[in-house]
């Protein structure tokens, strides 16, 4: 017998399953599904500190920057993922915007110099941490100098590329003037090199204060120039100054440098 002849058993199957699909009256109460895609906000994630590092004993403004931060977020200093207020304190959090805040911070003078972690806290208990992100350090920017040519004994730094520039804990960074620093006594007395024209000299340090006085070097016969560059001192006390001297070529119009001592 065909389905044409009996419609009715059709009929019956869809009120069987509309009965099955509809919900009880009796059931329990479930509550409605969030609507797909739906996301609890992001807690709050450090991607870096600017300046990067701080020194021992001093107060230093710190740019946190990262993403998800809020007004009233509060950034700590973390030793191995443990807070430190005693060696590295913040004295204060403001905000900036989602992606920066301002920490001003107070680094003890024995504050222990690693790498310390970041976190940002918020005010509903959310945080993010940035790993390692922060050093405290002894370490000091000279300043614009490319680099450190020498360091003596005592302490003093000759620092430049292109320039003469000396530090010394008890005044600071001082400009020779024209000319190029290259080395520095051990005991700190003088620094070596040479002046805009090539010609090698010393600045003499007067006494213990910060003043230098330039001081040409001897140089061989026939030399066109030079450079002092390393200074060391023998067993009697007498400076030894090593460098060298710029010579004419034999031949067509180049020159060699001899190194002297």
Not at 230 to 246: C, M, N, P, S
Request: aromatic share 6%; charged share 10%; net charge neutral.
């Amino acid at each position: 017998m065909t389905s044409a002849h009996h419609p009715s058993r059709f009929a019956l199957v869809a009120l069987l399953l509309a009965a099955c699909s509809a919900p009880s009256v009796d059931g329990p109460l479930v509550a409605p599904t969030a609507p797909a895609g739906a996301r609890a906000p992001a807690g709050p994630a450090v991607t870096s500190t600017n300046p990067g590092f701080g020194k021992r004993g001093t107060t230093v403004d710190v740019h946190v920057i990262g993403s998800g931060f809020t007004a009233g977020a509060q950034a700590n200093w973390l030793l191995h993922g443990v807070a430190d207020p005693a060696h590295v304190r913040t004295n204060s959090t403001t905000y900036v915007s989602s992606t920066e805040l301002v920490a001003n911070i107070t680094i003890a003078s024995d504050a222990a110099l690693e790498l310390w972690d970041v976190q940002v806290a918020l005010a509903g208990g959310k945080n993010g941490v940035g790993t390692e992100s922060f050093e405290v350090t002894t370490a000091q920017a000279l300043g614009g100098a490319v680099y450190v040519n020498a360091m003596s004994d005592a302490g003093q730094i000759v620092v430049g590329s292109n320039s003469s520039q000396v530090y010394d804990d008890a005044f600071g960074l001082v400009s020779l003037g024209v000319g190029q620093a290259w080395g520095i006594d051990p005991l700190g007395t003088m620094v070596l090199g040479r002046d805009g024209s090539n010609v090698v000299q010393a600045w003499v340090r007067q006494g213990t204060t910060s003043t230098y006085v330039t001081q040409r070097l001897p140089s061989v016969a026939g030399s066109i120039g030079g450079n002092a560059v390393t200074v060391a001192r023998d067993a009697t006390g007498a400076i030894l100054v090593g460098g060298w001297q710029i010579m004419p070529a034999k031949k067509g119009n180049s020159t060699l440098n001899r190194p002297m001592r």
